[in-house]
Protein backbone atom coordinates (compact mmCIF):
# COMPACT_ATOMS: atom_id res chain seq x y z
CA UNK A 1 0.00 0.00 0.00
CA UNK A 2 1.09 3.59 -0.89
CA UNK A 3 2.25 6.04 1.89
CA UNK A 4 -0.97 8.11 0.36
CA UNK A 5 -2.96 5.43 0.82
CA UNK A 6 -2.37 3.86 4.31
CA UNK A 7 -2.66 7.83 5.18
CA UNK A 8 -5.80 8.24 3.94
CA UNK A 9 -7.24 5.40 5.33
CA UNK A 10 -5.76 6.06 9.04
CA UNK A 11 -7.84 9.66 8.91
CA UNK A 12 -11.26 10.18 10.65
CA UNK A 13 -12.39 13.41 9.97
CA UNK A 14 -16.06 14.36 11.85
CA UNK A 15 -18.11 17.20 13.52
CA UNK A 16 -20.21 17.63 16.56
CA UNK A 17 -24.34 18.10 15.67
CA UNK A 18 -25.81 19.31 18.90
CA UNK A 19 -28.18 22.08 20.71
CA UNK A 20 -26.06 24.13 23.02
CA UNK A 21 -25.54 23.09 26.82
CA UNK A 22 -25.74 19.38 25.12
CA UNK A 23 -22.43 18.63 26.26
CA UNK A 24 -20.32 19.24 23.06
CA UNK A 25 -17.31 21.43 24.28
CA UNK A 26 -17.21 19.17 27.27
CA UNK A 27 -17.11 16.22 25.01
CA UNK A 28 -14.72 17.73 23.21
CA UNK A 29 -12.23 18.63 25.41
CA UNK A 30 -12.49 14.72 27.24
CA UNK A 31 -12.48 13.23 23.06
CA UNK A 32 -9.20 15.10 23.10
CA UNK A 33 -7.70 13.84 26.31
CA UNK A 34 -8.80 10.28 25.73
CA UNK A 35 -7.10 10.89 22.78
CA UNK A 36 -3.67 11.88 24.17
CA UNK A 37 -3.73 15.18 23.11
CA UNK A 38 -4.37 16.79 26.38
CA UNK A 39 -2.81 15.59 29.86
CA UNK A 40 -5.64 16.72 32.05
CA UNK A 41 -8.87 18.10 31.16
CA UNK A 42 -8.93 21.62 31.57
CA UNK A 43 -11.97 23.80 30.24
CA UNK A 44 -11.72 24.08 26.16
CA UNK A 45 -13.68 27.17 26.68
CA UNK A 46 -11.45 28.75 29.24
CA UNK A 47 -8.03 28.00 27.00
CA UNK A 48 -10.03 29.09 23.88
CA UNK A 49 -10.46 32.71 25.35
CA UNK A 50 -7.01 33.07 26.70
CA UNK A 51 -5.81 32.03 22.91
CA UNK A 52 -7.98 34.12 21.68
CA UNK A 53 -7.74 37.36 23.33
CA UNK A 54 -6.82 39.25 20.89
CA UNK A 55 -9.45 41.25 18.52
CA UNK A 56 -12.24 42.99 19.85
CA UNK A 57 -14.80 41.15 18.12
CA UNK A 58 -13.32 38.07 19.60
CA UNK A 59 -13.93 40.22 22.89
CA UNK A 60 -17.10 40.04 22.75
CA UNK A 61 -17.19 36.27 22.37
CA UNK A 62 -15.89 36.08 25.12
CA UNK A 63 -18.07 38.18 27.37
CA UNK A 64 -20.58 36.66 26.13
CA UNK A 65 -19.33 33.26 27.11
CA UNK A 66 -19.39 31.87 23.64
CA UNK A 67 -17.26 31.03 20.90
CA UNK A 68 -18.57 31.96 17.37
CA UNK A 69 -15.07 30.65 15.36
CA UNK A 70 -15.26 26.87 14.51
CA UNK A 71 -11.73 25.41 14.89
CA UNK A 72 -10.14 22.13 13.89
CA UNK A 73 -8.57 20.04 16.11
CA UNK A 74 -6.49 16.76 14.99
CA UNK A 75 -5.22 13.83 17.28
CA UNK A 76 -4.46 10.37 17.51
CA UNK A 77 -6.30 7.12 18.42
CA UNK A 78 -5.51 3.72 18.13
CA UNK A 79 -2.85 4.11 15.11
CA UNK A 80 -5.66 6.82 13.58
CA UNK A 81 -5.76 10.43 12.73
CA UNK A 82 -8.73 12.28 14.03
CA UNK A 83 -10.27 15.77 12.81
CA UNK A 84 -12.48 16.94 14.72
CA UNK A 85 -14.31 20.13 13.32
CA UNK A 86 -15.31 22.30 15.59
CA UNK A 87 -18.62 23.86 14.87
CA UNK A 88 -19.92 27.51 16.51
CA UNK A 89 -22.89 26.43 19.34
CA UNK A 90 -24.97 29.07 20.60
CA UNK A 91 -27.16 32.04 19.20
CA UNK A 92 -23.89 32.51 17.63
CA UNK A 93 -24.37 29.63 14.73
CA UNK A 94 -23.65 30.96 11.45
CA UNK A 95 -23.69 29.51 7.69
CA UNK A 96 -19.76 28.41 8.73
CA UNK A 97 -21.89 25.99 11.02
CA UNK A 98 -23.80 24.55 8.14
CA UNK A 99 -21.02 24.72 5.72
CA UNK A 100 -18.21 22.79 7.91
CA UNK A 101 -20.60 19.59 7.67
CA UNK A 102 -20.03 19.93 3.78
CA UNK A 103 -16.04 19.23 5.01
CA UNK A 104 -16.36 16.22 7.10
CA UNK A 105 -16.56 12.53 6.35
CA UNK A 106 -19.22 12.12 9.24
CA UNK A 107 -20.68 13.70 12.49
CA UNK A 108 -21.29 12.82 15.89
CA UNK A 109 -25.05 14.20 17.66
CA UNK A 110 -24.47 14.69 20.79
CA UNK A 111 -28.11 14.38 23.00
CA UNK A 112 -28.83 15.61 26.34
CA UNK A 113 -30.61 12.74 28.03
CA UNK A 114 -33.19 14.91 29.55
CA UNK A 115 -34.27 17.31 27.15
CA UNK A 116 -34.19 14.73 24.01
CA UNK A 117 -34.36 16.11 20.18
CA UNK A 118 -34.00 19.93 20.20
CA UNK A 119 -34.63 22.23 17.16
CA UNK A 120 -30.89 23.03 16.04
CA UNK A 121 -29.95 19.24 16.24
CA UNK A 122 -32.77 18.78 13.38
CA UNK A 123 -31.40 21.73 11.73
CA UNK A 124 -28.09 20.54 11.51
CA UNK A 125 -29.49 16.87 10.49
CA UNK A 126 -30.90 18.41 7.48
CA UNK A 127 -27.66 19.67 6.49
CA UNK A 128 -26.04 16.13 7.54
CA UNK A 129 -29.27 14.57 5.24
CA UNK A 130 -28.08 16.34 2.06
CA UNK A 131 -24.83 14.72 1.91
CA UNK A 132 -26.34 11.16 3.76
CA UNK A 133 -23.63 11.93 6.45
CA UNK A 134 -23.33 8.83 8.81
CA UNK A 135 -24.11 9.59 12.28
CA UNK A 136 -22.79 8.35 15.32
CA UNK A 137 -25.50 9.52 18.41
CA UNK A 138 -24.36 10.00 21.94
CA UNK A 139 -27.08 10.16 24.68
CA UNK A 140 -25.14 12.44 27.41
CA UNK A 141 -25.51 13.45 31.07
CA UNK A 142 -26.85 9.82 32.17
CA UNK A 143 -25.81 10.59 35.74
CA UNK A 144 -28.62 12.77 35.68
CA UNK A 145 -32.20 12.02 35.81
CA UNK A 146 -33.22 12.35 32.64
CA UNK A 147 -36.11 10.19 29.92
CA UNK A 148 -36.52 6.92 29.45
CA UNK A 149 -34.09 5.76 27.19
CA UNK A 150 -36.34 3.55 25.13
CA UNK A 151 -38.68 6.63 24.85
CA UNK A 152 -35.87 8.69 23.56
CA UNK A 153 -34.67 6.46 20.85
CA UNK A 154 -38.16 6.46 19.42
CA UNK A 155 -38.19 10.18 19.46
CA UNK A 156 -35.23 9.97 17.99
CA UNK A 157 -36.45 7.91 15.30
CA UNK A 158 -39.73 10.02 14.79
CA UNK A 159 -38.28 13.53 14.82
CA UNK A 160 -34.81 12.95 13.04
CA UNK A 161 -35.89 9.68 10.41
CA UNK A 162 -32.91 7.91 11.46
CA UNK A 163 -33.15 4.37 12.89
CA UNK A 164 -31.13 3.83 16.09
CA UNK A 165 -29.18 0.83 16.66
CA UNK A 166 -27.87 1.01 20.38
CA UNK A 167 -24.84 -0.48 21.31
CA UNK A 168 -24.70 0.07 24.83
CA UNK A 169 -27.53 0.60 27.04
CA UNK A 170 -27.16 2.66 30.26
CA UNK A 171 -27.45 1.04 33.84
CA UNK A 172 -29.59 3.15 35.83
CA UNK A 173 -29.67 6.76 35.62
CA UNK A 174 -29.02 10.10 37.44
CA UNK A 175 -27.93 9.22 41.24
CA UNK A 176 -28.41 5.59 40.67
CA UNK A 177 -26.41 5.80 37.20
CA UNK A 178 -23.83 2.29 37.67
CA UNK A 179 -22.46 2.22 33.76
CA UNK A 180 -23.69 0.58 30.49
CA UNK A 181 -24.10 -2.78 29.36
CA UNK A 182 -22.35 -3.34 25.56
CA UNK A 183 -24.77 -5.33 23.88
CA UNK A 184 -22.22 -6.57 21.40
CA UNK A 185 -19.27 -7.40 23.45
CA UNK A 186 -22.00 -8.70 25.95
CA UNK A 187 -20.19 -7.08 29.15
CA UNK A 188 -20.81 -4.33 31.25
CA UNK A 189 -18.59 -1.28 31.88
CA UNK A 190 -19.01 0.27 35.36
CA UNK A 191 -18.51 3.97 35.73
CA UNK A 192 -15.48 4.44 37.79
CA UNK A 193 -15.78 5.90 41.40
CA UNK A 194 -13.59 8.76 40.64
CA UNK A 195 -12.01 10.36 37.67
CA UNK A 196 -9.96 13.30 38.79
CA UNK A 197 -9.38 14.59 35.08
CA UNK A 198 -7.63 11.60 34.18
CA UNK A 199 -8.52 8.73 32.18
CA UNK A 200 -9.88 6.36 34.40
CA UNK A 201 -10.49 2.37 33.39
CA UNK A 202 -14.14 1.65 35.30
CA UNK A 203 -14.15 -2.43 35.84
CA UNK A 204 -15.58 -4.38 33.30
CA UNK A 205 -17.42 -7.46 33.97
CA UNK A 206 -18.07 -10.33 31.71
CA UNK A 207 -21.52 -11.42 30.54
CA UNK A 208 -24.83 -10.42 31.67
CA UNK A 209 -24.93 -13.97 33.85
CA UNK A 210 -22.20 -12.96 35.95
CA UNK A 211 -23.14 -13.44 39.54
CA UNK A 212 -20.85 -9.96 40.14
CA UNK A 213 -23.65 -8.52 38.92
CA UNK A 214 -25.99 -9.59 41.60
CA UNK A 215 -23.14 -8.39 43.81
CA UNK A 216 -22.63 -5.05 43.42
CA UNK A 217 -26.33 -4.10 42.00
CA UNK A 218 -28.56 -6.48 44.33
CA UNK A 219 -31.81 -6.40 42.09
CA UNK A 220 -31.00 -4.01 39.81
CA UNK A 221 -28.65 -6.69 38.26
CA UNK A 222 -32.68 -8.81 37.37
CA UNK A 223 -33.99 -5.50 36.43
CA UNK A 224 -30.68 -4.92 33.85
CA UNK A 225 -31.18 -9.08 32.14
CA UNK A 226 -34.94 -8.34 31.66
CA UNK A 227 -34.14 -4.96 30.00
CA UNK A 228 -31.19 -5.90 27.84
CA UNK A 229 -34.02 -8.90 26.91
CA UNK A 230 -36.68 -5.99 25.77
CA UNK A 231 -33.78 -3.63 24.15
CA UNK A 232 -32.41 -6.77 22.28
CA UNK A 233 -36.00 -7.60 20.81
CA UNK A 234 -37.39 -4.20 19.98
CA UNK A 235 -34.72 -2.33 18.69
CA UNK A 236 -32.55 -2.30 14.87
CA UNK A 237 -29.76 -4.42 15.14
CA UNK A 238 -26.43 -2.44 14.16
CA UNK A 239 -26.37 -2.62 10.60
CA UNK A 240 -23.00 -1.10 9.00
CA UNK A 241 -24.22 -0.75 5.45
CA UNK A 242 -27.33 1.69 7.05
CA UNK A 243 -25.30 3.29 9.14
CA UNK A 244 -22.76 4.46 6.06
CA UNK A 245 -25.59 5.28 3.53
CA UNK A 246 -27.09 7.58 6.31
CA UNK A 247 -30.25 5.45 7.72
CA UNK A 248 -29.10 3.81 10.59
CA UNK A 249 -27.16 5.77 13.81
CA UNK A 250 -24.96 3.82 16.36
CA UNK A 251 -25.77 4.54 19.94
CA UNK A 252 -24.24 5.14 22.62
CA UNK A 253 -25.04 6.46 26.19
CA UNK A 254 -22.43 8.00 28.77
CA UNK A 255 -21.61 11.32 30.64
CA UNK A 256 -19.02 13.38 29.27
CA UNK A 257 -18.24 15.46 32.39
CA UNK A 258 -17.56 11.63 33.80
CA UNK A 259 -15.64 10.90 31.14
CA UNK A 260 -17.71 8.07 30.80
CA UNK A 261 -18.63 6.33 27.51
CA UNK A 262 -15.86 8.60 25.40
CA UNK A 263 -13.48 5.95 24.92
CA UNK A 264 -16.24 4.06 23.10
CA UNK A 265 -16.95 6.88 20.58
CA UNK A 266 -13.47 6.99 20.02
CA UNK A 267 -13.44 3.12 18.86
CA UNK A 268 -16.66 3.90 16.80
CA UNK A 269 -15.08 6.52 14.79
CA UNK A 270 -11.88 4.23 14.46
CA UNK A 271 -14.37 0.82 13.65
CA UNK A 272 -17.39 2.49 11.81
CA UNK A 273 -16.88 6.02 10.87
CA UNK A 274 -15.82 6.35 7.20
CA UNK A 275 -12.06 7.28 6.40
CA UNK A 276 -11.94 9.98 3.57
CA UNK A 277 -14.64 9.68 0.81
CA UNK A 278 -14.94 10.37 -2.72
CA UNK A 279 -16.14 13.85 -3.31
CA UNK A 280 -17.95 15.32 -6.27
CA UNK A 281 -16.91 18.08 -8.89
CA UNK A 282 -18.63 19.42 -11.65
CA UNK A 283 -16.87 16.68 -13.96
CA UNK A 284 -16.45 13.84 -11.79
CA UNK A 285 -15.94 12.58 -9.03
CA UNK A 286 -12.03 12.47 -7.24
CA UNK A 287 -10.84 9.97 -5.06
CA UNK A 288 -8.89 10.65 -1.77
CA UNK A 289 -6.21 8.27 -3.25
CA UNK A 290 -5.26 9.78 -6.50
CA UNK A 291 -1.73 11.30 -6.76
CA UNK A 292 -2.88 14.36 -7.55
CA UNK A 293 -3.89 17.15 -4.88
CA UNK A 294 -6.72 18.90 -4.59
CA UNK A 295 -8.91 20.72 -2.20
CA UNK A 296 -11.96 23.01 -1.43
CA UNK A 297 -12.36 26.05 1.31
CA UNK A 298 -15.39 25.96 2.98
CA UNK A 299 -14.73 28.42 5.69
CA UNK A 300 -12.90 31.63 6.08
CA UNK A 301 -11.80 33.35 8.87
CA UNK A 302 -10.57 36.80 9.65
CA UNK A 303 -8.24 38.49 12.62
CA UNK A 304 -7.06 35.10 14.20
CA UNK A 305 -3.55 36.87 14.98
CA UNK A 306 -3.69 40.16 15.50
CA UNK A 307 -0.42 41.02 13.91
CA UNK A 308 -1.25 40.12 10.60
CA UNK A 309 -4.74 41.79 9.48
CA UNK A 310 -5.30 38.55 7.24
CA UNK A 311 -7.55 35.91 7.16
CA UNK A 312 -7.13 32.15 7.31
CA UNK A 313 -8.83 29.99 4.30
CA UNK A 314 -9.78 26.63 5.27
CA UNK A 315 -9.37 23.48 3.18
CA UNK A 316 -9.81 20.97 3.24
CA UNK A 317 -7.55 18.49 1.46
CA UNK A 318 -9.77 16.17 -1.04
CA UNK A 319 -6.97 13.82 -2.71
CA UNK A 320 -2.99 13.66 -3.27
CA UNK A 321 -0.28 15.22 -0.73
CA UNK A 322 0.06 19.22 0.43
CA UNK A 323 3.58 20.08 1.30
CA UNK A 324 4.53 23.58 2.01
CA UNK A 325 5.85 25.30 -0.63
CA UNK A 326 4.27 23.79 -3.42
CA UNK A 327 2.09 25.63 -6.27
CA UNK A 328 -1.40 24.76 -6.84
CA UNK A 329 -3.89 25.76 -9.05
CA UNK A 330 -7.16 28.61 -7.73
CA UNK A 331 -9.43 27.05 -10.34
CA UNK A 332 -11.68 29.56 -10.27
CA UNK A 333 -9.48 32.69 -10.99
CA UNK A 334 -7.42 30.29 -13.36
CA UNK A 335 -4.22 31.10 -11.50
CA UNK A 336 -1.22 29.18 -10.24
CA UNK A 337 0.25 30.23 -6.82
CA UNK A 338 2.12 29.21 -4.27
CA UNK A 339 1.68 28.40 -0.55
CA UNK A 340 4.77 28.87 1.05
CA UNK A 341 3.47 28.33 4.60
CA UNK A 342 0.49 26.41 5.64
CA UNK A 343 -1.31 26.32 9.16
CA UNK A 344 -2.35 22.98 10.91
CA UNK A 345 -4.59 22.34 13.40
CA UNK A 346 -2.90 19.99 15.60
CA UNK A 347 -5.46 19.80 19.46
CA UNK A 348 -5.11 23.38 20.26
CA UNK A 349 -2.00 24.83 19.14
CA UNK A 350 -1.68 26.10 15.63
CA UNK A 351 1.92 24.66 13.97
CA UNK A 352 3.29 24.58 10.54
CA UNK A 353 2.13 22.15 8.34
CA UNK A 354 4.39 19.36 7.27
CA UNK A 355 1.97 17.22 5.30
CA UNK A 356 -1.50 17.24 4.60
CA UNK A 357 -3.49 13.87 3.18
CA UNK A 358 -7.02 13.55 2.73
CA UNK A 359 -9.30 14.45 5.39
CA UNK A 360 -7.02 17.07 6.67
CA UNK A 361 -7.61 20.54 7.07
CA UNK A 362 -5.00 23.10 5.98
CA UNK A 363 -5.46 26.74 6.66
CA UNK A 364 -4.17 28.90 3.99
CA UNK A 365 -3.49 33.12 5.02
CA UNK A 366 -5.40 34.75 2.11
CA UNK A 367 -5.21 38.39 1.64
CA UNK A 368 -8.47 38.33 0.09
CA UNK A 369 -8.48 36.78 -2.72
CA UNK A 370 -9.64 33.29 -1.94
CA UNK A 371 -13.06 32.59 -1.47
CA UNK A 372 -15.36 29.93 0.12
CA UNK A 373 -15.79 27.07 -2.13
CA UNK A 374 -12.55 27.68 -3.86
CA UNK A 375 -11.56 24.79 -5.60
CA UNK A 376 -7.35 23.85 -5.75
CA UNK A 377 -5.78 21.24 -8.42
CA UNK A 378 -3.05 20.64 -9.67
CA UNK A 379 -4.11 22.42 -12.74
CA UNK A 380 -6.92 20.35 -13.87
CA UNK A 381 -10.28 22.53 -13.81
CA UNK A 382 -12.65 20.89 -12.00
CA UNK A 383 -14.51 22.18 -9.09
CA UNK A 384 -16.03 20.40 -6.46
CA UNK A 385 -19.17 20.72 -5.37
CA UNK A 386 -22.14 20.97 -2.14
CA UNK A 387 -20.70 23.46 -0.63
CA UNK A 388 -23.24 26.18 -0.53
CA UNK A 389 -24.66 28.75 1.17
CA UNK A 390 -27.87 28.33 2.80
CA UNK A 391 -30.66 30.87 2.87
CA UNK A 392 -30.54 33.31 6.12
CA UNK A 393 -33.16 33.36 8.39
CA UNK A 394 -32.63 36.71 9.72
CA UNK A 395 -32.35 40.23 7.98
CA UNK A 396 -31.15 43.69 9.38
CA UNK A 397 -31.06 47.12 7.52
CA UNK A 398 -27.39 48.57 7.79
CA UNK A 399 -28.04 52.12 8.98
CA UNK A 400 -25.26 54.42 8.98
CA UNK A 401 -24.48 57.09 11.21
CA UNK A 402 -22.02 59.42 8.78
CA UNK A 403 -24.18 59.32 5.19
CA UNK A 404 -20.95 59.72 3.77
CA UNK A 405 -19.48 56.83 4.70
CA UNK A 406 -21.80 54.54 2.26
CA UNK A 407 -18.72 54.19 0.32
CA UNK A 408 -17.04 52.31 2.75
CA UNK A 409 -20.03 50.56 4.74
CA UNK A 410 -20.81 48.86 1.16
CA UNK A 411 -17.21 47.69 1.09
CA UNK A 412 -17.23 46.27 4.03
CA UNK A 413 -19.92 44.66 3.78
CA UNK A 414 -19.26 43.11 0.52
CA UNK A 415 -15.61 42.14 1.86
CA UNK A 416 -17.28 40.70 4.95
CA UNK A 417 -20.35 38.74 3.16
CA UNK A 418 -17.62 37.20 1.32
CA UNK A 419 -16.24 35.27 4.09
CA UNK A 420 -19.49 33.60 4.28
CA UNK A 421 -20.67 33.75 7.89
CA UNK A 422 -23.23 36.47 6.50
CA UNK A 423 -25.29 37.47 3.36
CA UNK A 424 -25.26 40.61 1.32
CA UNK A 425 -28.64 41.53 -0.13
CA UNK A 426 -29.24 45.03 -2.57
CA UNK A 427 -33.41 45.20 -3.34
CA UNK A 428 -33.88 46.78 -6.80
CA UNK A 429 -36.29 49.18 -5.50
CA UNK A 430 -34.36 51.66 -3.33
CA UNK A 431 -30.60 51.92 -2.03
CA UNK A 432 -31.01 49.81 1.46
CA UNK A 433 -27.79 47.41 2.22
CA UNK A 434 -29.43 43.94 3.80
CA UNK A 435 -27.51 42.04 5.73
CA UNK A 436 -28.85 38.26 6.05
CA UNK A 437 -27.66 35.62 8.51
CA UNK A 438 -28.59 32.73 10.11
CA UNK A 439 -27.16 33.32 13.76
CA UNK A 440 -28.46 36.53 15.43
CA UNK A 441 -24.69 37.09 17.08
CA UNK A 442 -23.55 37.85 13.00
CA UNK A 443 -24.85 41.33 13.20
CA UNK A 444 -23.05 42.75 16.30
CA UNK A 445 -20.09 40.83 14.65
CA UNK A 446 -20.06 42.48 11.60
CA UNK A 447 -21.31 45.97 13.59
CA UNK A 448 -18.27 45.66 15.36
CA UNK A 449 -15.86 44.42 12.62
CA UNK A 450 -16.87 47.75 10.49
CA UNK A 451 -15.69 49.65 13.41
CA UNK A 452 -12.20 47.86 13.80
CA UNK A 453 -11.86 47.16 10.42
CA UNK A 454 -13.58 49.78 7.92
CA UNK A 455 -13.77 52.86 10.56
CA UNK A 456 -17.51 53.01 9.39
CA UNK A 457 -20.41 53.42 12.63
CA UNK A 458 -23.20 51.38 11.83
CA UNK A 459 -26.62 49.78 13.33
CA UNK A 460 -28.85 46.61 12.13
CA UNK A 461 -32.25 47.66 12.29
CA UNK A 462 -35.25 44.96 11.73
CA UNK A 463 -36.88 44.91 8.15
CA UNK A 464 -39.54 43.53 6.39
CA UNK A 465 -38.22 40.27 5.28
CA UNK A 466 -38.65 36.83 6.84
CA UNK A 467 -36.98 34.62 4.01
CA UNK A 468 -34.93 34.46 1.13
CA UNK A 469 -35.08 32.45 -1.74
CA UNK A 470 -32.77 32.36 -4.95
CA UNK A 471 -34.46 32.83 -7.86
CA UNK A 472 -33.84 31.13 -11.73
CA UNK A 473 -35.90 30.09 -14.50
CA UNK A 474 -34.90 28.13 -18.12
CA UNK A 475 -37.44 30.63 -20.41
CA UNK A 476 -35.84 33.80 -20.38
CA UNK A 477 -39.04 35.99 -21.08
CA UNK A 478 -40.82 34.20 -18.16
CA UNK A 479 -37.98 35.63 -16.11
CA UNK A 480 -38.19 39.12 -17.02
CA UNK A 481 -42.31 39.00 -16.64
CA UNK A 482 -41.05 37.99 -12.93
CA UNK A 483 -39.02 40.39 -12.35
CA UNK A 484 -40.84 43.42 -13.66
CA UNK A 485 -44.13 42.16 -11.53
CA UNK A 486 -41.84 41.07 -8.26
CA UNK A 487 -39.35 43.71 -8.72
CA UNK A 488 -40.48 45.72 -4.98
CA UNK A 489 -38.93 41.89 -3.23
CA UNK A 490 -36.25 41.49 -5.59
CA UNK A 491 -32.44 41.70 -5.02
CA UNK A 492 -28.93 41.01 -6.04
CA UNK A 493 -27.15 39.29 -3.57
CA UNK A 494 -23.05 39.61 -3.34
CA UNK A 495 -22.37 37.53 -6.05
CA UNK A 496 -25.14 39.43 -8.10
CA UNK A 497 -27.61 36.57 -8.30
CA UNK A 498 -31.23 37.61 -8.25
CA UNK A 499 -32.62 36.55 -4.84
CA UNK A 500 -36.47 36.83 -3.59
CA UNK A 501 -36.92 38.67 -0.83
CA UNK A 502 -40.04 37.54 1.21
CA UNK A 503 -41.89 39.03 3.70
CA UNK A 504 -43.82 36.91 5.13
CA UNK A 505 -43.97 32.99 4.55
CA UNK A 506 -47.07 33.24 3.50
CA UNK A 507 -45.90 35.44 0.14
CA UNK A 508 -43.31 33.16 -0.18
CA UNK A 509 -46.39 30.33 -0.80
CA UNK A 510 -48.33 32.51 -2.65
CA UNK A 511 -45.83 33.76 -5.39
CA UNK A 512 -44.33 30.05 -5.89
CA UNK A 513 -47.84 29.22 -6.34
CA UNK A 514 -48.54 32.22 -9.03
CA UNK A 515 -45.27 30.86 -10.82
CA UNK A 516 -44.71 27.23 -11.36
CA UNK A 517 -41.68 27.90 -14.28
CA UNK A 518 -39.59 30.03 -11.72
CA UNK A 519 -37.62 28.24 -9.43
CA UNK A 520 -37.12 29.32 -5.66
CA UNK A 521 -33.75 27.65 -4.20
CA UNK A 522 -33.20 27.97 -0.68
CA UNK A 523 -29.49 27.62 -1.35
CA UNK A 524 -27.05 28.07 -3.41
CA UNK A 525 -23.65 26.56 -5.01
CA UNK A 526 -20.82 29.25 -4.54
P1 LIG B 1 -22.22 22.82 24.81
O1 LIG B 1 -20.80 22.99 24.38
O2 LIG B 1 -22.95 21.79 24.04
O3 LIG B 1 -22.99 24.09 24.91
O4 LIG B 1 -22.21 22.20 26.29
P2 LIG B 1 -21.12 22.22 27.43
O5 LIG B 1 -20.10 21.17 27.20
O6 LIG B 1 -20.66 23.62 27.67
O7 LIG B 1 -22.02 21.70 28.61
C1 LIG B 1 -23.16 22.41 29.05
C2 LIG B 1 -23.36 22.17 30.52
O8 LIG B 1 -23.61 20.77 30.72
C3 LIG B 1 -22.13 22.49 31.36
O9 LIG B 1 -22.60 22.92 32.63
C4 LIG B 1 -21.46 21.15 31.51
O10 LIG B 1 -20.64 21.06 32.64
C5 LIG B 1 -22.66 20.23 31.61
N1 LIG B 1 -22.37 18.85 31.23
C6 LIG B 1 -21.72 18.38 30.15
N2 LIG B 1 -21.65 17.04 30.16
C7 LIG B 1 -22.27 16.63 31.28
C8 LIG B 1 -22.53 15.36 31.87
O11 LIG B 1 -22.16 14.30 31.37
N3 LIG B 1 -23.24 15.36 33.04
C9 LIG B 1 -23.65 16.51 33.64
N4 LIG B 1 -24.31 16.41 34.78
N5 LIG B 1 -23.42 17.72 33.11
C10 LIG B 1 -22.74 17.78 31.96
P3 LIG B 1 -22.69 24.43 33.01
O12 LIG B 1 -23.13 24.48 34.42
O13 LIG B 1 -23.50 25.17 32.01
O14 LIG B 1 -21.25 24.94 32.82
P4 LIG B 1 -19.97 24.66 33.72
O15 LIG B 1 -19.98 25.76 34.69
O16 LIG B 1 -20.10 23.31 34.33
O17 LIG B 1 -18.86 24.75 32.73
Known amino acids: ?69 SSVMQ ?36 IDVAKGVEDRTIKLMEVCRLRDTPIITFINKLDREGRDPIDLLDEVEDVLKIQCAPITWPIGMGKRFKGVFD ?123 PQHRDRVAFMRVCSGVFNPGMKMRQVRLGRDVKIPNAITFLAQERGHVEEGYPGDIIGLHNHGTIQIGDTFTMGEDLQFTGIPHFAPELFRRARLKDPLKSKQLLKGLEQLSEEGATQLFKPFRNNDLILGAVGILQFDVVAQRLQ ?41 DGAGMLTYLAPTRVNLELTIERWPDIRFHATREH
Not at 76 to 99: A, C, K, M, Q
Request: aromatic fraction near 8%; glycine fraction near 6%; hydrophobic fraction near 35%.
Open 1 to 69: MSKLQSETERRRTFAIISHPDAGKTTLTEKLLLFGGAIQLAGTVKGRKAARHAHSDWMKMEQQRGISVT
Open 75 to 110: FPHRDHVINLLDTPGHEDFSEDTYRTLTAVDSALMV
Open 183 to 305: LYNNRVHLLPAQHGGKVQEGEIIEGLDNPRLDELFGSMAEELREEVELVRGASHAFDFDAYRSGLQTPVFFGSAINNFGVGEILDALVDYAPAPLPRPTDSREVLPTEEKFSGFVFKIQANMD
Open 452 to 492: DEYKVDCTFEPVNVATARWVDCDDPKMLEQFKNKASDNLAE
